[in-house]
């Protein structure tokens, strides 16, 4: 077609246009455009709503949110959450009640130590009754509590933002971070041979940064700028929280039939906003390890990161392969692994407050960091999210990984382990529960189909113990530590009478909060079940 042919054409064109449109008013010309562009944002917002949501979550929000519209309804809503907040508060108090809000006109001195003694005396006996929570062995007078205690309190005036100044927490740091990455493949050659990383508060953190970094790492990599992360159901709640803060998408997985990660319905959420999937060594609600060769694999062929949670068996797995049992591989010697997080806080008997996170090269790393060059105040770096840091937990965290050393940790090591398989053994001979999925570590979960599980829960904690209520599916789980070696045999008694007694007398008991917990996995508006969270959080802190 040469140019007067395609001039007629667009002459031709343009009369048959404006005749066409000369059957309508103006406005609405005008307005047709604009109208079209609100109705193309409103499909694309419940679109994307769908996307996130789904069907059933997308009319559940709708349908609650315009039943909150109602004259009256709103109100009943908040009179019976609040009724539910009062509930988890056990007596309808807020325990904040009675507390000090101002500064003694006359200090107490050397007496605030009696003062604390005797307010200590008041918490809830913990010694071999609590899932998790404390896992150092024996008495908190004597042992390893009294090494950590020491180091703890001969370091609490130090702060390793001045490294000039306290040069040894600096390298009880470094130390820590060093023997850590040896025992999760820094010296395999697969490694790559640059694994570092940084001491943190806790697992939480450790996370947090490993999100943080890796958001940076794949936007700096693959200019990614509205990232996205895929974790499984079991993965922790501490990537939700990443997710809130770093302005993140979190997609979470159903896992497969054994509780593990299900690599092929994460590959199904890989996008190219994807930057990060997680597997865990074990998972916190069932201590089933994820499958991370599989995992690793599929990271390397997206070319994306694989963050491992290996907060709690960060200081078992590596001993526990040298004892015998048979552990899949989980740590930097897998291809794909890019970020490890570790608790030394908790099998690594350290004092509260102390993690490690690790990374398997420094480029991955550096966007871990924060550096100001605009700051008054000089030029200012800091390597994770606190700036200052307590020096104290650092030494005792150096303290007791020296203080127990490998023979030390095998020996811890092959008791919690023996124990667990004790445990299992004894919760299969109750025939009204069963263990979820086939535990690999000393996280061992359990519900029934015959009781009420978290009934059971409500009788248990009656008999002074304290374990951690789960859900989908419902059931509970006690996490075993060096405190359960000695009583292992009173808890499945105690276990065995409490389920005899929801047998035998179905129903909640008073104070108990089976009830709440049934229906929140009954309710289907999660929204609301998080903001009952919210509120109970905010009567309690």
């Known amino acids: 077609m040469d140019y007067s042919s395609l001039k007629s054409f667009s002459l031709r064109a343009r009369a048959s246009a404006n005749s066409y449109l000369s059957e309508y008013e103006p406005l609405v010309l005008v307005l047709a455009p604009v109208f079209a562009v609100v109705v193309a944002r409103i499909v694309q917002s419940v679109l994307h709503v769908l996307h996130e949501k789904g069907l059933k979550g997308t009319v559940i929000g709708f349908v609650m949110s315009s039943v909150k519209l109602v004259p009256g309804v709103k109100s009943y809503i908040d009179a019976e959450k609040q009724k539910a907040v009062n509930k988890m508060h056990s007596d309808g108090k807020s325990k904040r009640q009675g507390w000090r809000t101002e500064l ?3 200090g107490l001195g050397a007496g605030v130590i009696n003062r604390m003694k005797d307010d200590k005396r008041n918490d809830v006996s913990w010694q071999g009754k609590c899932s998790g929570t404390v896992y150092i062995g024996g008495s908190e007078s004597e042992g390893h509590f009294s090494v950590i205690n020491e180091a703890c309190s001969m370091f609490a005036h130090t702060n390793p933002l001045h490294l000039d100044v306290f040069q040894s927490v600096a390298r009880y740091e470094a130390e820590v971070v060093a023997m850590t ?3 999760l493949g820094s010296k395999e050659k697969s490694s790559g041979g640059q694994i570092c990383g940084n001491m943190t508060s806790g697992g939480t953190e450790s996370i947090l940064l490993a999100m943080k970094s890796s958001r940076d790492y794949m936007k700096a990599k693959k200019g990614i700028t509205k990232p996205e992360i895929i974790i499984p159901a079991s993965a922790h709640s501490a990537y939700d929280k990443a997710a809130q803060y770093f302005n993140i998408k979190l997609w979470r997985v159903p896992v497969n039939k054994e509780f593990q990660a299900d690599v092929k319905a994460i ?3 890989i996008n190219r906003n994807t930057i990060l999937i997680v597997g865990s060594a074990p998972g916190f609600p069932h201590g089933i390890i994820d499958p991370i060769e599989e995992l690793g694999e599929l990271a390397s062929s997206f070319g994306i990161c694989l963050h491992v949670d290996l907060c709690l068996g960060g200081f078992v797995l590596p001993f526990a392969r040298k004892l015998g049992y048979p552990i899949p591989p989980f740590d930097f010697s897998v291809k794909g692994v890019t970020s490890v997080s570790v608790d030394v806080h908790k099998y690594g008997l350290a004092p509260k407050g102390t993690s490690v996170v690790l990374y ?8 871990q960091f924060v550096a100001v060059t605009e700051w008054s105040g000089g030029l200012y770096v800091s390597p994770t999210i606190a700036g200052s840091r307590p020096g104290g937990l650092i ?4 303290a007791s990984m020296m203080s127990l050393g490998e023979e030390g940790y095998l020996k811890n090591t092959k008791q919690i382990m023996d124990v667990s398989k004790q445990l299992q053994k004894g919760i299969k001979e109750i025939i009204e529960l069963f263990i979820i999925g086939r535990p690999d570590m000393t996280i061992i979960a359990f519900g029934s189909n015959v009781v009420d599980i978290f009934e059971v829960n409500d009788i248990m904690t009656s008999k002074g113990w304290h374990l951690n209520a789960l859900q989908r599916p419902n059931s509970i789980h006690i996490c075993v530590t060096l405190q359960h070696v000695p009583v292992i ?14 047998k035998e007398n179905p129903g909640p008991i008073n104070g108990g909060l089976a009830p709440l917990y049934g229906a929140a996995g009954r309710m289907p508006d999660r929204g609301m079940v998080q903001e009952l969270l919210v509120d109970y ?5």
């Open 489 to 502: 045999e009173d808890f499945l008694r105690d276990l065995r009478e409490s389920v005899r007694t929801v």
């Open 181 to 183: 990455a040896a025992l």
């Open 104 to 106: 003694p006109s006359t």
């Open 267 to 269: 590959r199904r959420y």
């Open 395 to 398: 030494a005792g965290a150096w």
């Open 537 to 541: 959080m905010d009567g309690t802190c």
């Open 360 to 367: 398997r090269n420094h480029d991955i790393r550096k966007h």
